[in-house]
């Protein structure tokens, strides 16, 4: 009795072992595909303040007869209440 015991227990041992190896693994291929497809985040101009930012962090507004991806809630802000891009200085009038 105490043979089969210690060997159901030995087999629940060995099944958990292989199988921790075996998630092991995988959850590594997993992990890694996750962190590449992090990489492929497109970046977006900042009508506002010119900065680039990841698309994934943008706040989308509806503004100067668009719609625009801005880095921060204060650029969306600052070109909602001026109606546009700001001045450049390079336009000739």
Known sequence: MFRIIFYLVLSWLIYYLIRSLISGIGGSARN?????????????NCPECETFF?????ITK??????HSFCSVS??????ERGGP???GDEQA
Do not use: N, Q
Request: charged share 40%.
């Open 32 to 44: 890694k595909r996750e962190a590449e497809a992090g990489l492929d985040d497109e970046m977006l």
């Open 62 to 67: 509806r503004a100067g007869g668009g719609r």
């Open 54 to 58: 990841p698309s994934r962090i943008g």
């Open 86 to 88: 700001p001045e450049t």
């Open 75 to 80: 650029c969306a802000e600052k070109f909602a």
